[in-house]
């Protein structure tokens, strides 16, 4: 099993482990005292782990071994992506995880269907945030990807455009491809990638988001769905930087 902690949890070659983690390991799991767990820090480094007593309040685990975080991509990639409905953004979070993303941001843009007040996103984004830990930890990556507070459209193209490279990725874009932007990015190490909800961008939007410098792109002829289309440009970029290889 993994779990993540902060390096202050550290002490000698001591981890400790607090709720609700705690609560997974003893009620959940019914881990012993003597079995093995990984503890990821966030100072950047794994540790395997046995188990020296569990509690339902704290669990105190011994270092058997150190390494440095192994399964992080080599480049960050931020994902923002526009409300949508139902399971789609869960789908979105998880996958987006999964193959390499470093957050997501998600934001309101004028096509959106799913517009929740500030109390119902906060009750959904405490979902978001437990699908983004499972799938961390499923995946095996090195730290939790955060999902973030929700954003207005203006505020999100704003945070996009501080990145080297940052995309809009729009489904009436007929100049420019996804991968001529990538094969243009050079050694490029932060990325943000922003897709858009079930009705795609509106022509105001695609012009703000030029003006803000961000990069039009298209992923090719055929439209993907709202959760897909994040999905795709991830795993794009994954394999222009070299992160499907073997060793990365």
């Known amino acids: 099993m993994r779990f993540f902690c902060s390096a202050d949890n550290r002490a000698g070659d001591e981890i400790a482990l607090f709720a609700p983690d705690a609560v997974h390991i003893s009620r959940v799991l019914r881990m012993k005292k003597g079995e093995s767990v990984v503890v990821c820090d966030d100072a950047g480094f794994e540790h395997d782990c046995v188990l020296e007593s569990v509690g339902k309040d704290r669990v105190l685990a011994r270092i058997v071994r150190s390494r ?16 949508s409905k139902g399971e789609r953004f869960d789908f979105l979070i998880q996958k987006c995880v999964e193959v390499g993303a470093t ?3 998600p934001f309101v843009s004028e096509h959106c269907v799913a517009r929740p007040d ?10 978001y945030a437990r699908i983004a830990l499972e799938a961390s930890k499923q995946s095996l990556r090195s730290r939790p990807v955060p999902v973030s507070a929700i954003q207005g459209f203006e505020q999100a193209l704003r945070q996009a455009a501080a990145h080297e490279t940052a995309i809009f990725l729009y489904e009436r874009e007929n100049r420019r491809s996804f991968s001529q932007i990538l094969r243009g990015s050079g050694s490029c190490a932060r990325y943000a990638v922003m897709t858009g909800p079930e009705g795609g961008f509106s022509e105001r939007e695609a012009r703000l988001a030029a003006c803000s410098g961000l990069e039009p792109a298209s992923l090719g002829p055929r439209i993907l ?3 897909t289309a994040p999905v ?3 795993c794009a970029i994954m394999y222009h930087t070299g992160n499907y ?3 990365v």
Do not use: Q
């Open 68 to 83: 440095p975080h192994s399964t992080e991509p080599s480049v960050e990639v931020t994902v923002f992506a526009a409300l």
């Open 103 to 105: 957050a997501i941001v």
């Open 118 to 127: 500030e109390r119902d996103y906060e009750r959904k984004r405490a979902r």
């Open 225 to 227: 769905r709202c959760e």
């Open 232 to 234: 795709a440009a991830v």
């Open 245 to 247: 290889d073997i060793g």
